[in-house]
T-cell receptor, first 114, second 115 residues
Framework: AQSVTQLGSHVSVSEGALVLLRCNYSSSVPPYLFWYVQYPNQGLQLLLKYTTGATLVKGINGFEAEFKKSETSFHLTKPSAHMSDAAEYFCAVIFSGGYQKVTFGTGTKLQVIP | KAGVTQTPRYLIKTRGQQVTLSCSPISGHRSVSWYQQTPGQGLQFLFEYFSETQRNKGNFPGRFSGRQFSNSRSEMNVSTLELGDSALYLC??????????????FGEGSRLTVL
């Protein structure tokens, strides 16, 4: 079955430290991949997306993600965490044949410690 | 450009009642999707509408229904409310037609509390 998995429901990092949020998917065909961020009491906002082409994708707020087909992964990184990065992050996938049906991971809450 | 607008933002209902939530997509967006967000289940896909037709449906009981109007505005309805229906209901619109986009634009949600 096609699925998307986020490892770690809560991640804590110190301000200025590397942020690494993990996302893996299960599919024989590379899907479209997205990362969304949700701040408290708000909807979700797109951080970045991968559809085709370059496997290293840069997004807003200094975030980037790399699509690794061999590892079926799309991990989100940021070199230096800022207090304002504290939020919940969702990996999302559109599987082949699932036109406009977006499947979300369970989310990872990022805490940034001053 | 105005974003996705959801109304009401907050509402409280009692078990057995029904509720209707409204979503106005970004101008020009013809696809509207609905999601239920709860702490235990995360984001669960409810349904997606395009040009007044339901194209995709998630695994929710028939108490959950929706529709889309000719101006792309959408409503969802939940009948015979249960305590477990308490959740944040998120609406998202997208510019269908650009196959490689798939980007969803979310509203701030309608928070439903069932007592």
């Amino acid at each position: 079955a096609q699925s998307v998995t986020q490892l770690g429901s809560h991640v804590s990092v110190s301000e200025g430290a590397l942020v690494l949020l993990r996302c893996n998917y299960s599919s024989s065909v590379p899907p479209y991949l997205f990362w969304y961020v949700q701040y408290p009491n708000q909807g979700l906002q797109l951080l970045l997306k991968y559809t085709t082409g370059a496997t290293l994708v840069k997004g807003i707020n200094g975030f980037e993600a790399e699509f690794k087909k061999s590892e079926t992964s799309f991990h989100l990184t940021k070199p230096s965490a800022h207090m304002s990065d504290a939020a919940e992050y969702f990996c999302a996938v559109i599987f082949s044949g699932g036109y406009q049906k977006v499947t979300f991971g369970t989310g990872t809450k990022l805490q940034v410690i001053p | 450009k105005a974003g996705v607008t959801q109304t009401p933002r907050y509402l409280i209902k009692t078990r057995g009642q029904q509720v209707t939530l409204s979503c106005s997509p970004i101008s020009g967006h013809r696809s509207v999707s609905w999601y239920q967000q709860t702490p235990g289940q995360g984001l669960q896909f409810l349904f997606e509408y395009f040009s007044e037709t339901q194209r995709n449906k998630g695994n929710f009981p028939g108490r959950f229904s929706g529709r889309q109007f000719s101006n792309s505005r959408s409503e969802m309805n939940v009948s015979t409310l249960e305590l477990g229906d308490s959740a944040l209901y998120l609406c998202a619109s997208s510019l269908v037609g650009q196959v490689n986009t798939g980007e969803l634009f979310f509203g701030e949600g309608s928070r439903l509390t069932v007592l």
